[in-house]
């Protein structure tokens, strides 16, 4: 592991394909190394029971605290329902400006729209959020190009219609 790795880590299990797949796209877009690593922390820790979802912020502060050390990036990659207390659920959130985010898998999924499964389609969906949250890390707010990785997403509809992609406003705007 080098000081300029962009680390993902598993909190579930998500099999070899998808993570080769996503390390080749982050590795494309942010021109970093990826590595891969896994973890499985007590996730009741993280739990809302009233909610039924995980916190998404203390998730945060627990990669930070625990797993930062001297990596330069960390994306804590997930398959729980994930929230903020502002929102009623999010794909991921990552520390503006920090080393630090999350993405989840659990919501991008067809079937929990009651649509048919599409582990092709799952899968872009996961890496756009990912390359969405280390843009953030990067320094990069959300852009207003509708094709832009950076746009907001609050629904699923809203991550297909974007590229895996840095447009041509954010790109130069990398802080790397």
Not at 14 to 36: A, L
Not at 37 to 46: A, G, K, W
Not at 87 to 112: D, H, P
């Amino acid at each position: 592991m080098s000081l300029f790795d962009i680390t993902l880590i598993s909190f579930g299990h998500f099999d070899e394909k998808c993570i080769e797949q996503i390390s080749k796209t982050v590795r494309q877009v942010y021109g970093y190394p990826v590595v891969m690593e896994e973890n499985l922390p007590e996730m009741n820790l993280f739990y809302n029971g009233e909610r039924r979802q995980y916190d998404a912020n203390k998730i945060l502060e627990y990669l930070h605290e625990n797993h930062l050390n001297e990596r330069f990036r960390i994306i804590g990659l997930f398959r729980v329902d994930l929230y903020i207390p502002i929102l009623t659920y999010i794909f991921g959130q990552a520390y503006f400006k920090g080393r630090a985010g999350v993405a989840s898998i659990y919501r991008l999924r067809n079937e929990q729209y009651g649509m048919p499964k599409d582990d092709d389609l799952l899968l872009q969906r996961f890496i756009k959020v990912i390359i969405h949250e280390l843009g953030h890390t990067f320094g990069l707010v959300h852009c207003h190009n509708p094709g832009c990785v950076m746009r907001t997403s609050t629904y699923v509809e809203d991550i297909d219609q974007k590229s895996t992609y840095l447009c041509n406003h954010c790109k130069p705007q990398l802080k790397l």
